[in-house]
């Protein structure tokens, strides 16, 4: 049992003195996400970009585009092929898809660039101190969540770029969004689809001429080495990528069933998904119309026991472990029965619907965010409810857990995997707002952020979930 009252010695210790010392990652000199795949085409986005930064030091350049049109994939080539001999400062990438309060986004470049976390000192002044006047490349990637009502909310992101630029002369932005930020200064480079040919009776290699064919044949290959664009298949390679319109992410999860579908197949099972999307979703545009349909497609080529899991799988934030999937999909809400969840994760990642990487030791899982919305629409309100509870629960006993070995040898190891778990800590936090759930979770979590150094974070949450749960035992 907890009450609001056992919470306060955290909030205490989150508002005091700045001499604790911090348990952090090391500071690094850039941060750029390794590029796992080909790039194709952009060849004129990828120069006006490079051009705008090499003129402006202090330019400020917004990717703009619907979900799933590359705008992520653009900017970490951009950052792989930025010189960082131009950049002393070094060049950041910064994903934002899982921030959910503007007012922290100085705090996420602080900690990105490894710079010690004081809970009395602005993290702009911080960044000035440190940046200076040094060249500086700062990539942030999915922000549109975070700009609020406009470059003049004070709230919103938009306002905080602002205020940055004001102060760092020779910091560079490159912006992915949805929405361009409105900022005096701004350049919004809307990125089209990839070109598809229009033509008809075209050979492979004039249709390799175009970089979403040459896109699908690669993805296509991932899964099918000896997959390749002939005379026998062309025209329908050739219509597949014209019906989902060269949108890069739509291409990769066609692609990802050329193990076991033919261009002829895969264009004809799309075409009955698209008919069916148009007569059920009238109002929505044509181009969303066309990426729903594509991951509606993949989606029903599914296993009944993939699909569900896929849907559940939406309750997460940022990544999530193997043994966290499993809490959620096994438990009694029966989603899958007992020991499939490996095989669950393994049938989405062969279908592109899940990625993963390594952190630390652990492999961790993803979901894009197009794909997230889309497995979210699948559940019903009552599932929802379910899926959220058990995923708090479950992020509520991991932070126990950890709390209470952080005197023993494990601590630098847990702290770096909590650190890992914050979207999901944040957004269990927000799941949970005015529950016993929330108060137990912001107390629990105290001790990690006063030693990872995310003061003002944690002595936010400890007062919204005080005030929320005053008298909660």
Same mark, same amino acid.
């Given at each position: ?22 348990i952090q990652?090391?500071?690094t000199?850039?941060?750029v ?8 085409g ?20 917004t ?5 799933g ?6 900017a ?10 131009h950049?002393?400062?070094g ?6 898809? #899982? ?10 470049i ?19 101190? *440190?940046l200076?006047?040094?060249r500086?490349?700062?990539?942030l990637?999915?922000i ?6 406009g470059?003049? #909310?004070?709230?919103g992101?938009a ?27 701004e350049t919004?480079?809307?990125?089209s ?6 033509e ?9 001429a175009?970089?979403?064919? *040459?896109?699908?044949?690669d993805?296509?290959?991932? *899964?099918?080495p000896?997959f ?5 298949n062309a ?6 990528v014209g019906r ?21 197949q895969m ?24 990426l729903?349909a594509?991951?509606d497609?993949g ?20 990544s999530?472990t193997s ?23 393994d ?7 899940? *990625?993963?990487e ?9 979901l894009l ?5 889309f497995?979210h629409?699948?559940l019903?309100?009552?599932e ?6 058990r ?18 040898p ?7 995997s909590?650190?890992? #778990? ?29 030693l ?19 008298g909660?035992?």
């Amino acid at each position: 049992a907890l009450s609001a009252e056992n919470a306060r010695p955290q909030l205490a210790q989150l508002s005091g003195s700045t001499s604790i010392a911090s348990i952090q990652p090391a500071s690094t000199v850039g941060s750029v996400p390794l590029p796992l795949n080909r790039f194709f085409g952009r060849t004129e986005e990828r120069a006006t970009i490079r051009a705008r930064l090499a003129d402006t030091p202090a330019a400020l350049l917004t990717i703009t585009g619907p979900g799933g049109a590359g705008k992520t994939r653009l900017a970490i080539e951009v950052a792989t092929d930025a010189n960082s001999t131009h950049f002393e400062g070094g060049v950041w990438f910064l994903p934002l898809a #899982d921030v959910t309060m503007a007012s922290g986004l100085t705090e996420v470049i602080r900690n990105t660039l490894g710079l010690p976390r004081e809970a009395r000192t602005d993290p702009l002044e911080q960044l000035v101190e *440190h940046l200076g006047e040094r060249r500086t490349l700062l990539i942030l990637d999915n922000i549109e969540q975070l700009l609020g009502r406009g470059p003049m #909310d004070r709230h919103g992101a938009a306002d905080v770029i602002r205020r940055m630029r004001s102060r760092l002369p020779n910091t560079a932005f490159l912006v992915t969004s949805r929405q361009a930020l409105g900022l005096t200064g701004e350049t919004e480079l809307v990125l089209s689809m990839l070109p598809v040919p229009t033509e008809t009776g075209l050979s492979p290699a004039q249709l390799l001429a175009f970089s979403s064919i *040459h896109l699908f044949a690669d993805r296509a290959r991932n *899964h099918r080495p000896d997959f390749q664009v002939t005379l026998r298949n062309a025209g329908a390679v050739a219509r597949l990528v014209g019906r989902l319109e060269g949108i890069p992410l739509a291409l990769e999860l066609a692609a990802a069933w050329a193990k076991l579908l033919s261009p002829a197949q895969m264009l004809a099972r799309l075409e009955e998904r698209f008919a069916f999307l148009v007569a059920r979703r009238d109002s929505v545009t044509e181009r969303h119309r066309t990426l729903y349909a594509a991951i509606d497609w993949g989606y029903s080529l599914l296993s009944s026991e993939a699909r569900r899991a896929f849907a559940a799988l939406s309750v997460f934030r940022g990544s999530w472990t193997s043994d966290a999937a499993a809490e959620i999909l096994e438990s009694e809400s029966g989603i899958i029965a007992p020991g499939r969840t490996r095989e669950c994760l393994d049938q989405l990642r062969a279908a592109s619907f899940l *990625h993963a990487e390594e952190v630390g030791e652990e492999l961790h899982f993803q979901l894009l965010e197009s794909l997230r919305e889309f497995a979210h629409e699948q559940l019903s309100i009552e599932e929802r409810v379910r899926l959220e509870d058990r995923h708090a629960q479950w992020f509520l006993g991991r932070a126990e857990g950890a709390s209470a070995r952080r005197n023993g040898p494990t601590l630098a190891a847990d702290l770096d995997s909590l650190e890992a #778990d914050m979207p999901n800590f944040r957004v269990a936090l927000h799941r949970a707002s005015g529950q016993e759930t929330e108060l137990r979770l912001a107390a629990t979590l105290g001790y990690f952020w006063k030693l990872r150094g995310h003061y003002r974070e944690g002595r936010a949450c400890l007062e919204k979930a005080i005030s929320a749960g005053h008298g909660a035992t």
